[in-house]
Nanobody, 113 residues
């Protein structure tokens, strides 16, 4: 069964950093673009960052220069390094592929002093 498992979230002060990880089953990971999404309370789930199988990346405007998406094809894992975090980055973060597969449980990121 296809599986995505996100981890690495937590509570951090404004200006701090976190590194999220998403372990994916090999069947998805090897062939597909991988993405990070986030969903803040009461809002829709939004695309944050994408990375192709050749590690070409793209970012939503509000995170450019602060977030970095990367992938380790030997570990079937995609990462999201988040620096200079802001309170508006608070959300549940999810990974998924393109095309979409079943969602994982997500990982909560809270940015607060």
């Amino acid at each position: 069964q296809v599986q995505l498992v996100e981890s690495g979230g937590g509570l951090v002060q404004p200006g701090g950093s976190l590194r999220l990880s998403c372990a994916a089953s090999g069947r998805i990971f090897r062939r597909n673009v991988m993405c990070w999404y986030r969903q803040a309370p009461g809002k829709q789930r939004d695309l944050v960052a994408t990375i192709t199988t050749r590690s070409m990346t793209d970012y939503e405007d509000s995170v450019k220069g602060r977030f970095t998406i990367s992938r380790d094809n030997t570990k079937n894992t995609v990462y999201l390094q988040m620096n200079s975090l802001k309170p508006e980055d608070t959300a549940v973060y999810y990974c998924n592929s393109i095309p979409l597969t079943s969602w994982g449980q997500g990982t909560q990121v809270t940015v607060s002093s």
